[in-house]
């Protein structure tokens, strides 16, 4: 009889990080098994539902039995051309439909495929920390070595790439980037992408741009696209998603865009691996682009920004400041407290799950992500209980 072989998994799953968040699963099992109504602050996930207009537009697809089949890898010609549209109202950028566009089962997909195209063993990939976890996993699944990028308070949570030794830069294929950031809630200047751009430009990197929080913005901040800067498609690509923008998680759909060469590669890598869109959700995907903006989505993630700000800054969190996008607040922990002591703390005391710094990179240690993806009630219920928190 054969067996499996001693040593089953494959030499680079070792090098994915370990799962940090483990233990702190098992608290919340053990205190929702024991009764406890634990109230998860942790997952940035919209709770409110897809509009409806773009409920409807897939709901009329379902039946045609042209939405039932394959569907081409590189998206249907009228969700490229609305895109392509879509940048040029929202940025005035121009991007050819045909060549500068390419759709995704969500950016997740591009982003963790991307390194399959443009990577090989030895090769750097710069990856920021803290940071959105693909960067890394995605590198070392194909066998290349990130470089990380610390990301620190004091320099507005931005790399410095000035500080990247010229060995590892000779050595570097792919720039992350992700502004309005996950975990941070920083935002990038429109000046920082040109001096990433020059670095990219003289180094021969690769610059990706990752941006599904471009439009969950408040207080009339406006987030710039990388493709904004001229001459950026010469070596940059910027990767878009529907999920956060339109409540869109759960659909699976976004696009990269930028550097035809650069997508032409990822194109090919994803025809070997899916198999296009599911062309309900590509007319879906339509409805949103061509339909109006999520304005008053952000309203709601402003009100509950403040309220939550309001708590934490009677908590002590006195110099907390209310970031001009993303779902997150990002804070650190108090004195005495590790990222995961203090999550730990935090469920104990209050039944509230949060998200310890340190599982987005080791620069993350000391701070933890709160994210305001729950119904008002529910927050209104956490903040509630985080009112009455010792520390
Ligand atoms: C949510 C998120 C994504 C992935 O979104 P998709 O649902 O795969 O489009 C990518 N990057 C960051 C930083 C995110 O927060």
Known sequence: MTQLRDGLAARRMSRIPPYLFAEIDKKVAAKRAAGV????????????????????????????????????????????????????????????????????????????????ALVDPGDVVLVPSPGYPVYFTGTVMAD?????????????????????????????????????????????????????????????????????????????????????????KEVAIEFHSLSKTFNMTGWRIGMAVGNEAVLRLLGQVKTNIDS???????????????????DALNGIYEARQSRTLEVLRDLGWRDAVAPDATFY??????????????ASHVLDQAGVNVTPGNGFGEYGEGYFRLSLTVPDQRLDEALERLRKLTF
């Open 37 to 116: 109504d634990v109230i998860a602050l942790d997952i940035g996930d919209p709770d409110t539902p897809t509009p409806g207009h773009i409920v409807d537009a897939a709901r009329d697809a379902l039946p045609h039995v042209e939405n039932q089949r394959y569907a081409s890898y590189f998206g249907m010609p009228a969700l490229r051309q609305a895109v392509a549209g879509w940048y040029k109202g929202r940025f005035d950028v121009d991007v050819d439909p045909d060549s500068e566009i390419l759709p995704t089962l969500g950016s997740k997909d591009g982003i963790s495929h991307l390194p399959f």
């Open 144 to 232: 290349g070595e990130p470089h990380i990028l610390p990301l620190r308070a004091e320099n507005g949570w931005l790399p410095d790439l000035e500080a990247v030794p010229a060995a590892v830069v000779e050595r570097a294929r792919i720039l992350w980037l992700n502004y309005p950031n996950n975990p941070t809630a920083a935002t990038a200047p429109r000046d920082f992408y040109e001096k990433a751009l020059t670095f990219c430009r003289r180094n021969g990197i690769v610059l990706c741009h990752d941006f599904p929080y471009s439009e969950v913005t408040f207080r009339g901040y406006r987030a710039p696209s990388v493709l904004e800067i001229p001459g950026a």
């Open 276 to 294: 296009g869109i599911f062309p309900v959700v590509q007319r879906a995907g339509i409805a949103a682009l061509e339909g109006p903006d999520n």
């Open 329 to 342: 607040l990002w804070l650190p922990v108090p004195d005495g407290y590790t990222s995961v002591s203090f």
